[in-house]
């Protein structure tokens, strides 16, 4: 079946200026996740959903980052007046959220957005 | 809170070569721990886990053991192939939520 889609693949903007970054999750998957993957690094986690609420939303970096999931399926990551150091890649994961940490995420190709 | 700290890369090893790739943690509780692979123009994707002390992942021919007395979950292979070479992270989860906790990545290059 369909994994996890992620668009756009790319973006480029400039500083200042509004982005949308748009997951597509595996259908059924309840839990979606938000992380981010800077150069060199690890993905570090951004947010979580479950069903349509934020769950924990204790990663975001600061108020200019907001996500949104309206009907428990895509979810849009919102970014404001955006600055050189948000350049990186946006990962997105959803699981089935059976009740366990143990359940297994599936990640997205991401997108990656580049902030000149 | 939560950590994961994993051997610096890069590693360079030759087809058939033994691998390991040491991976250490830090959380409260009982974490799930997992490794996950990315290759060159993919995606992350698992290649194994373990939920509670003791048990053993493997998959593909890679092994990893969670070990609580010594907080590790260090990724094995008896004979490693071009195939292989990929960026390898290791990564926990625990907690009400079960976001992942990222290792900073090894990068494993093998030469035929």
């Known amino acids: 079946g369909a994994g996890v889609s992620q668009t756009p693949s790319n973006k480029v903007t400039e500083k200042g200026k509004y982005v949308e970054l748009r997951c597509d999750p595996i259908s059924g998957h309840t839990a979606l996740y938000w992380y981010r993957q800077s150069l060199g690094q690890g993905p570090e986690f951004l947010i979580y959903f479950q069903g349509t609420g934020a769950a924990d939303d204790s990663g975001l970096p600061n108020d200019r980052f907001f996500a949104v999931r309206p009907e428990g399926s895509v979810s849009t990551l919102k970014i404001q007046r955006t600055e050189r150091g948000d350049s990186a890649v946006y990962l997105c994961a959803s699981s089935f959220q059976s009740g366990g940490p143990g359940d297994t995420q599936y990640f997205g190709p991401g997108t990656r957005l580049t902030v000149l | 809170g939560n950590s994961v700290t994993q051997m610096e890369g890069p590693v360079t090893l030759s087809e058939e070569a033994f691998l390991t790739i040491n991976c250490t943690y830090t959380?409260?509780?009982?974490?799930?721990l997992f490794w996950y692979v990315q290759y060159p123009g993919e995606g992350l994707q698992l290649l194994l886990k373990?939920?509670?002390?003791?048990d053993k992942g493997s998959n593909k021919g890679f092994e990893a053991t969670y070990r609580k007395e010594t907080t590790s979950f260090h990724l094995e292979k008896g004979s490693v192939q071009v195939s292989d070479s990929a960026v390898y992270f290791c990564?926990?989860?625990?907690?009400?939520?079960?976001?992942?906790?990222f290792g900073k990545g090894t990068l494993l290059t093998v030469n035929p």
């Open positions: 959380a409260t509780g009982y974490p799930s």
């Open positions: 990564a926990l989860s625990g907690g009400s939520n079960y976001k992942l906790t």
């Open positions: 373990a939920t509670k002390a003791d």
